[in-house]
């Protein structure tokens, strides 16, 4: 039988959509099938082997899609592998203090879910547009003090998705052999 995982996200301004693409280009990799696909969409689990979750941070928080994800999945979830990221600004800058602060966003999120146990976490800088930005959003970031620009780091995305891949699949057999009958 064939495997499938998925790689789910959510986004407000669509930088977390190629941190999704890119993290299920690295899974394909390992002999497995792959949906990307906004958390929201998704309905259920059964067919998935595996799961990776990724959300935006927007104003200290994980988007609430992305929490609705846990929570509304959690019984599949705590029986497969996942795998979660983040993407924030605070992470343009890696630093022992600013990956404390970006575990911290998720560590309301987790403690309410003790059954869920990530094989990993992934935190990356993300993309701020400032000509995309409304007025409050403006000011939010400014707030933050996080520099607007593209820091994506597309090495350590791909880094860690390989790196997290046998974590994540080493369970099942995979995907037949090409021109195998049946596909
Ligand atoms: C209004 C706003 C609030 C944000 N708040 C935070 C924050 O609290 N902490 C942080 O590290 N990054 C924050 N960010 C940065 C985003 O997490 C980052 O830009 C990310 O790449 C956005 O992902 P998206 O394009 O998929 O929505 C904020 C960005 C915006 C626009």
């Known amino acids: 039988m064939s495997r499938k995982a998925l790689v789910a996200y959510a986004t407000r301004l669509g930088s977390t ?3 999704a693409e890119t993290v299920g280009a690295v899974l394909c990799q390992a002999d497995v099938f792959v949906d ?3 958390a929201q969409d998704v309905t259920g689990l059964d067919e998935y082997v595996a799961v990776v979750l990724g959300s935006a941070i927007r104003d200290g928080k994980w988007l609430p899609e992305a929490v609705h994800f846990l929570k509304r999945h959690q019984k599949a979830l705590a029986v497969r592998p996942l795998a979660l990221f983040v993407v924030s600004m605070t992470m343009a800058q890696d630093t022992p203090e600013n990956r404390e602060t970006v575990l911290g966003y998720l560590e309301p999120v987790l403690g309410d879910l003790p059954d869920l146990k990530p094989v990993d976490i992934g935190l990356f ?3 701020i547009d400032a000509a995309r930005l409304g007025y409050f959003a403006r000011r939010a970031v400014h707030k933050l003090g996080a520099p607007p620009g593209d820091f994506r780091d597309w090495d350590t995305i791909r880094n860690w998705a390989a790196r997290i891949s046998p974590l994540l ?3 099942t ?3 037949p052999p090409r021109g195998a009958s049946g596909e």
Do not use: N, Q
């Open 173 to 175: 057999p995979g995907k």
């Open 36 to 38: 990307v696909r906004l």
């Open 125 to 127: 800088a993300g993309e």
């Open 169 to 171: 699949l080493s369970a």
């Open 17 to 19: 959509i190629e941190v």
